[in-house]
């Protein structure tokens, strides 16, 4: 019999007493009784929070919302490229954002969410990626090798696709937090006999100036972005196809887990 007292206090007071049936008039006697007073903090936690023996929960809150937060971000920045650009935009600074948070997050967060517990040398990574696909891959209660480096490929390359978005806009639009940095003033005084004139002319040579300059940046930097929003969805199609097959080898719903945060333990 195990009793567990002190449910929801700071402290846990486990009692376990053994019983052993004997000879007599009540037919058991109590053979030892075991107190252990350790300071263990797990039932201060809620019930949904304590890791039993069956599971244990590895992806902390933070971890959670940012991944399905960026996954709706970068989706919807993906399919309205060519709906309001407003919306596209505000999906990709989020998607900058979460990203951002996610990386910080990698230095200073909960063991799992650790960039030290996840990034394994490229040996680790094929061989993980050999036997997954022979059906033998060993299982990692954080991310793989091979699911480790895919994290940082897909953060790496939301945030490029990011910068390129932002310098793309700043060309096009003459918007957002890069647009200073690349366009030139309509309106640049010309200095004569010590006056400051504002030509039309002035103005006319500017606007051509800056037409001409969006459309050789514009041009490329919309190649440049195009090229590397394609890129990552490959990257989270190839993403999607490993965790299924991770989920298959290993008969457990990864998906769940990032949902849940918890694990099965063995
Ligand atoms: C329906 C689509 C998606 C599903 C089902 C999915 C599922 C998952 C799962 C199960 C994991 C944990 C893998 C493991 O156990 O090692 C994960 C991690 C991750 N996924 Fe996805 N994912 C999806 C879409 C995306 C998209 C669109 C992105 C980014 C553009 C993305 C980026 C990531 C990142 C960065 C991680 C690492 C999580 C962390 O440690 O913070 N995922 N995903
Ligand atoms: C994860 C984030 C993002 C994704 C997946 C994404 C994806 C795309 C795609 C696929 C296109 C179409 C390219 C083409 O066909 O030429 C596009 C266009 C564009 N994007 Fe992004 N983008 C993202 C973030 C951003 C950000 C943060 C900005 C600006 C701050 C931005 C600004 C633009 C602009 C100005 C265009 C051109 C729209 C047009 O000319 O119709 N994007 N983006």
Not at 8 to 15: F, K, N, R, Y
Not at 18 to 25: F, I, R
Not at 87 to 104: D, E, F, N, P, S
Not at 133 to 138: D, E, G, T
């Amino acid at each position: 019999m195990t009793g567990n007292s002190g449910n929801g206090g700071a402290h846990s007071l486990l009692i376990r007493i053994k019983v052993a049936l004997v000879p007599g008039p009540h037919n058991r006697r109590v053979e030892a009784v075991e107190v252990d007073t350790s300071m263990s903090t797990v039932s201060s936690q809620p019930k949904s929070e304590v890791n039993d023996e069956a599971r244990v929960r590895v992806w902390d809150p933070l971890v959670r919302l940012c991944h399905w937060a960026l996954a709706a971000a970068f989706f919807i920045a993906y399919f309205t490229e060519d709906g309001p650009l407003t919306l596209h935009v505000w999906a990709g600074y989020t998607a900058g954002v979460l990203v951002a948070t996610r990386i910080v997050w990698g230095f200073v967060g909960t063991r799992h969410a650790r960039f030290t517990d996840f990034l394994y040398g490229p040996r680790e990574v094929w061989r993980y990626l050999f036997d997954l696909l022979i059906f033998r891959a060993k299982r990692y209660l954080g991310h793989s090798p091979a699911g480790g480096a895919m994290v940082l490929a897909l953060l790496l390359g939301v945030a490029a696709t990011v910068w390129s978005g932002l310098e793309l806009y700043a060309v096009e639009e003459n918007a957002g937090p890069l647009a200073s940095s690349s366009a030139v003033p309509i309106s640049t005084p010309r200095v004569t006999y010590g006056f400051a004139v504002f030509a039309d002319e002035d103005n006319k040579e500017s606007k051509a100036k800056n037409e001409e300059h969006e459309s050789n940046d514009g041009g490329i930097w919309e190649e440049i972005h195009e090229s590397l929003a394609n890129f990552v969805l490959i990257l989270v199609i190839v993403h999607i196809a490993g965790v299924l097959l991770a989920s298959v080898v290993h008969r457990e719903n990864l998906t769940r887990s990032m949902l849940t945060g918890y694990k099965r333990r063995e």
